[in-house]
């Protein structure tokens, strides 16, 4: 094999690794969180992701426990106690981001068909759970003593179109993503302006409203 063969070898062998290293479940929970902290809107849950993160939670408690009970050397059980805090501190700072927007967003999630099934079940009644206890709060504390026309939860009087009173993300601001891939020209949207030439591993400050099909679709990550 000669040199150029054994570098082009070698660069496809690195290139597998990298990919297997990014397909794992502890790099798929880093970048789930990434995005989810950086997205201004919520983002599908990943069911199936959280529940194999915490059968492996459950595993590796269940494994430094019996490291623990059964002496092994105090480096091999820390290296294993870093891993599951690790994992512990991802899956519990993952949900709390989007039980906090659902928190500030429950009522244009609601109404928001698409935004809504990107819920889980359990997300769902929260939410559900936040509006009831809202609707009940404003009910008791200010529209019960305000004049007919203006006893809404969602607009400001029953003169207006639109649910002004919603609070909504704003998906116009610029967030820093990066692409591992080259996604070559991208035009971010109808304004005219010459289109981006996306990099693989370039950072970028874009709108979140003009990368958003990218982020959903895997092409982009936020970071």
Same mark, same amino acid.
């Given at each position: 094999?000669?040199?150029?063969?054994?570098? +082009?070898?070698?660069? +496809?062998?690195?290139?597998?690794?990298?990919?297997?290293?990014?397909?794992?479940?502890?790099?798929?929970?880093?970048?789930?969180?990434?995005? @989810? #902290?950086?997205?201004?809107? !919520?983002?599908?849950?990943?069911?199936?992701?959280?529940?194999?993160?915490?059968? *492996?939670?459950?595993?590796? %408690?269940?494994?430094? %426990? @019996?490291?623990? #009970?059964? +002496?092994?050397?105090? =480096?091999?059980?820390?290296?294993?106690?870093?891993?599951?805090?690790?994992?512990?501190?991802?899956?519990?700072?993952?949900?709390?981001?989007?039980?906090? #927007? &659902?928190?500030?967003?429950?009522?244009?999630?609601?109404?928001?068909?698409?935004?809504?099934?990107?819920?889980?079940?359990? @997300?769902?009644?929260?939410?559900?759970?936040? !509006?009831?206890?809202? @609707? *009940?709060?404003?009910?008791?504390?200010?529209?019960?003593? =305000?004049?007919?026309?203006?006893?809404?939860?969602? #607009?400001?009087?029953?003169?207006?179109?639109?649910?002004?009173?919603?609070?909504?993300?704003?998906?116009?601001?610029?967030? &820093?993503?990066?692409?591992?891939?080259?996604?070559?020209?991208?035009?971010?949207?109808?304004?005219?302006?010459?289109?981006?030439?996306?990099?693989?591993?370039? =950072?970028?400050?874009?709108?979140?409203?003009? &990368?958003?099909?990218?982020? %959903?679709?895997?092409?982009?990550?936020?970071?």
């Amino acid at each position: 094999m000669d040199s150029g063969d054994a570098s +082009g070898y070698s660069a +496809g062998v690195d290139d597998d690794y990298e990919s297997l290293l990014s397909t794992t479940d502890a790099e798929l929970l880093k970048r789930a969180w990434r995005n @989810e #902290k950086a997205a201004p809107e !919520i983002l599908q849950h990943e069911t199936a992701l959280v529940q194999r993160s915490r059968e *492996q939670i459950q595993l590796m %408690e269940e494994t430094v %426990e @019996e490291f623990s #009970k059964n +002496g092994v050397d105090p =480096l091999t059980l820390s290296l294993y106690q870093m891993d599951l805090d690790r994992t512990l501190f991802l899956l519990r700072s993952y949900l709390r981001t989007r039980l906090q #927007k &659902i928190e500030n967003y429950a009522f244009h999630i609601q109404k928001n068909t698409d935004l809504w099934n990107r819920l889980s079940k359990q @997300e769902q009644k929260f939410a559900e759970r936040c !509006i009831d206890d809202t @609707e *009940q709060h404003l009910d008791q504390s200010v529209l019960s003593k =305000l004049p007919h026309g203006f006893k809404s939860h969602l #607009k400001q009087s029953s003169l207006s179109l639109a649910d002004d009173m919603v609070p909504e993300p704003q998906l116009d601001q610029y967030v &820093i993503c990066r692409s591992k891939k080259f996604l070559g020209s991208f035009q971010l949207d109808d304004s005219g302006e010459e289109p981006v030439n996306i990099e693989a591993n370039d =950072l970028y400050a874009l709108p979140y409203k003009s &990368i958003k099909p990218l982020v %959903e679709s895997g092409q982009i990550d936020l970071v």
